[in-house]
Each structure stands twice: as structure tokens, then as C-alpha cells.
């Protein structure tokens, strides 16, 4: 049957009334608009069903409406990007182990202070609870370190330096790259309870459950080399203008000299020292009542001397800094160009040096300290040792990664 104009005109009416009812039906579906996670509305956008955000609540769907990473105590935001990592400064060493390259990091923080007498006693006296008499004798650090040799004459710090009250809060010596981490590890477990207690979160939950409600505490541990160099140069001080930086540094402070050269700037007066190093051979603290030197013939308080630009303290000087890497020399040649990081021997094998010196165990330790010549202040700078020594001249602080963004 052949329609006339007018018919198909009605047809044509009617199919875009019954479009239309339908396409309002389906607006008429609720809509929760944006999610994010700080605000997930109160129920599900796939399901509809009612989320739970009673925190100690395990029998429902729980969803946590706070996402903001809980950092800990004594950390400092470091906020990563784009960075020329190496030495740059004249290699008299020859060791040409640590040549520029361009790498990218992560976000992450990094103690403001180096870990203290204080800090590690607090440590031994939790740990005596937890573990054998033998066992806690491991985990101390190593009072001979500032025996010397037979003719050096230092029984007050071999004696005192990890104990008597006025050290307090001096830098902890005499501890390896393994007590290190066993600190890490013990501080993690230590805070996350407190963390724990003070929400009043149930005590059953899992480490999984409570990084679903945002109390989870990511792990302290020892920086890479690469954050480590990173966070010490505070190239972020240099910054001009969106992306351009105008001069480099050899120290983490502005300027080819271990000198205050301003007046007002770094919390000191013009020509005072920006670290506590070696002077040079003998010369750990210059000449008694003189107005320049830095006084300072071992290790220092950790807030003493100025911060850098990311507020970190001697990041270069007082003591060396135990890093997670294991040492290779050609390291700067295989890492990876974001967040590198060597933490075992893969593709640089102990075998391919004929030799056994070059171990797994060997760990790298950066920063200058306070028997060390100004060459060492240099973050390019890179040493190691084994990892179960320990010295009177390296000590550690901690990092941790930043989880990500605050829940927009």
C-alpha cells in the first residue's frame, strides 16, 4: 500500500514522540556525576548499593573517604622530576664511576635530620622486649669504631659518644648498611601501631585492609643513590622561571666554595662554613677561638648548619649516608633512566671483573662527613663498603615513597 506525504509525515512524528519518551526514560536513570576519592557519594555507580565508611567495619563494602598519605614523623616532601645526576666536578679520584646522565624520579620523603643516638637507643630499648640478649647485641652500634689506631688516643667518644646525654641528638655511628635497615623495618611497624592506636583501628586487620582505609604506612627504608644525590643537590633552589635553571651546583648549597658568601642568607653570617669537614690534613675544626672555623671536631648536632633548599641537614659533611644501592662502577651506564636504582647485581655480574673485591655486599655510602676533605661534599661523589662494617664517619636517614595524589 503506497503511503500519501501526509501519512508518512504522521509516521515520521510518532517514531520521534516514542524516541523521545524513551531517551527521557533513560535520563530519568540516577546519576552520581564525578567520583573521586575524597568524595565516592554514598553509593556505588555500577551496583547501587550503600557503601560502609565506618572504619572498623569489615562485614560491608568499606570505602575510605580520606586519601591523603599519612607521611610519619621527621620526613620531608621531596618532590621529584627531570635531574642531571653525577659528578660534577673534576674527578681527581680517576674513579669515573658516576659520569652525568639525565634521569626522571619520583616524589618521595626524606628524614629532614640524619637518625640520631636518641633515635637508634629508642630503637635497641623497643627491640629489647622483642628479641634474645644476643640478638639485641647485634643490632647495637659499634663503640670500637673510634678506637684508631694504637697511637690515637679517643676512649671519650668510644666511650660516651652513643650514651651520654650531651650527644643526644649527634648522629648515631658505628652502625652498618644491615642495622640500618633493621632500624627501617622496626620504625615502619613501630609508627603504623601508634598510627594504629590513635585512629583505633581494629588490631586484626590486615596490612592490605588498612591501606584500603588509608592508614597504611609505606615502609621507612634507605634511600636509593639516585633520591639520595636528588634530594642533596636541592637543584629546586636554582629554579627560574617555569622550567629553566640558570647554574648547576657542586654542594648542595649555591656558590664553588664551603663558604657562607652572603650576609643574610643560610641562618649565618658571611664566611662561615655551610658543613663540618676536614680542613685538611689534621685540621678537623681550624684554630681554637677563631670566629670562622666550624668548631666541630666529630660529628655534629644534626640541626646544626643550615638546611638546603628541599630543608634537609647536612647533606653534605658530619657523616657519610648509608644508600640501598650495591656498588658497581659502571653503574651510571646500565640504571634505568627513571627511579633508577641497582639493587642486585643483574647485567654487571660479579664474575665480569676477575675478581673477588667487586661483591653484592659491597653497599654505596655518599655525602662526605666530618674526617673527610671538601672533595667528597660533592653529592656526585660515590664510595662503598661491605654491608655488615661500620665506621665512625657513616651514619643513615631514612626515606620513604609518596604514594600518589591526594585523592582529587
Given amino acids: 500500500m503506497r503511503l500519501s506525504n501526509k501519512s508518512w509525515g504522521m509516521w515520521v512524528a510518532a517514531l520521534?514522540?516514542?524516541?523521545?519518551?524513551?531517551?527521557?526514560?533513560?535520563?530519568?536513570?540516577?546519576?552520581?556525576?564525578?567520583?573521586?576519592?575524597?568524595?565516592?557519594?554514598?553509593?556505588?555507580?555500577?551496583?547501587?548499593?550503600?557503601?560502609?565508611?565506618?572504619?572498623?567495619?569489615?562485614?560491608?563494602?568499606f570505602v575510605a573517604k580520606n586519601a591523603e598519605q599519612i607521611p610519619g614523623p621527621n620526613l620531608k616532601f621531596?618532590?621529584?622530576?627531570?635531574?642531571?645526576?653525577?659528578?660534577?666536578e673534576e674527578d681527581v679520584m680517576a674513579f669515573r664511576d658516576n659520569q652525568e646522565r639525565t634521569?626522571?624520579?619520583?616524589?618521595?620523603?626524606?628524614?629532614?635530620?640524619?637518625?640520631?643516638?636518641?633515635?637508634?637507643?629508642?630503637?635497641?630499648?623497643?627491640?629489647?622486649?622483642?628479641?634474645?640478649?644476643?640478638s639485641l647485641l647485634k643490632l647495637e652500634p659499634k663503640d670500637n669504631v673510634w678506637a684508631g689506631g694504637e697511637m690515637s688516643f679517643n676512649d671519650m667518644y668510644q666511650s660516651y659518644y652513643f650514651r651520654f646525654p650531651g650527644f643526644n641528638f649527634y648522629p648515631v655511628a658505628g652502625v652498618s648498611w644491615t642495622q640500618a635497615n633493621a632500624y627501617s623495618k622496626w620504625r615502619t611497624e613501630y609508627v603504623q601501631e601508634i598510627i594504629r592506636k590513635e585512629r583505633e583501628i581494629d588490631s586484626t586487620f590486615t596490612k592490605n585492609q588498612l591501606i584500603e582505609r588509608g592508614v597504611a604506612l609505606a615502609d621507612y627504608r634507605l634511600p636509593t643513590e639516585a633520591e639520595w644525590e636528588y634530594a642533596a643537590k636541592a637543584m629546586i633552589g636554582t629554579q627560574y622561571l617555569d622550567e629553566n635553571q640558570e647554574y648547576g651546583r657542586i654542594?648542595?648549597?649555591?656558590?664553588?666554595?664551603?663558604?657562607?658568601?652572603?650576609?643574610?642568607k643560610r641562618k649565618g653570617k658571611q664566611g662561615d662554613f655551610l658543613a663540618n669537614f676536614k680542613r685538611g690534613?689534621?685540621?678537623?675544626?681550624?684554630?681554637?677561638?677563631?670566629?670562622?672555623?666550624?668548631?666541630?671536631?666529630?660529628?655534629?648536632?644534626v640541626y646544626d648548619m643550615a638546611p638546603n633548599d628541599f630543608g634537609l641537614y647536612h647533606?653534605?659533611?658530619?657523616?657519610?649516608?648509608?644508600?640501598?644501592?650495591?656498588?658497581?662502577?659502571?653503574?651510571?651506564?646500565?640504571?634505568?633512566?627513571?627511579?633508577p636504582?641497582?639493587?642486585n647485581g643483574l647485567g654487571d655480574e660479579e664474575d665480569t671483573y676477575m675478581t673477588s673485591m667487586l661483591t653484592d655486599e659491597l653497599r654505596v655510602?655518599?655525602?662526605?662527613?666530618?674526617?673527610?676533605?671538601?672533595?667528597?661534599?660533592?653529592?656526585?661523589?660515590r664510595r662503598f663498603m661491605h654491608q655488615d662494617s661500620a665506621t665512625n664517619h657513616i651514619g643513615f636517614r631514612c626515606a620513604m615513597i609518596s604514594i600518589g595524589e591526594k585523592g582529587n
Fill in 78 to 88: 621531596i618532590q621529584g622530576g627531570r635531574a642531571v645526576l653525577g659528578s660534577q
Fill in 251 to 264: 654542594y648542595p648549597w649555591d656558590g664553588r666554595g664551603v663558604r657562607n658568601p652572603y650576609n643574610v
Fill in 365 to 381: 655510602y655518599k655525602g662526605g662527613s666530618w674526617r673527610d676533605v671538601a672533595y667528597w661534599l660533592a653529592p656526585g661523589t
Fill in 16 to 61: 520521534a514522540i516514542v524516541g523521545s519518551s524513551i531517551l527521557t526514560s533513560c535520563n530519568k536513570t540516577p546519576g552520581y556525576g564525578r567520583r573521586t576519592a575524597n568524595k565516592p557519594g554514598k553509593k556505588s555507580a555500577t551496583t547501587g548499593a550503600e557503601f560502609s565508611f565506618d572504619e572498623n567495619d569489615s562485614t560491608q563494602f
Fill in 315 to 339: 647533606m653534605a659533611g658530619n657523616m657519610n649516608e648509608w644508600v640501598q644501592d650495591i656498588y658497581r662502577p659502571l653503574s651510571y651506564q646500565d640504571f634505568d633512566d627513571l627511579n
Fill in 103 to 134: 634521569v626522571t624520579l619520583s616524589n618521595f620523603y626524606l628524614d629532614e635530620t640524619e637518625v640520631t643516638n636518641n633515635d637508634f637507643r629508642e630503637f635497641l630499648f623497643d627491640m629489647k622486649k622483642k628479641v634474645s640478649a644476643d
Fill in 341 to 343: 636504582v641497582r639493587s
Fill in 281 to 301: 690534613r689534621g685540621d678537623y675544626g681550624g684554630i681554637s677561638g677563631g670566629q670562622r672555623n666550624d668548631g666541630d671536631i666529630i660529628p655534629t648536632n
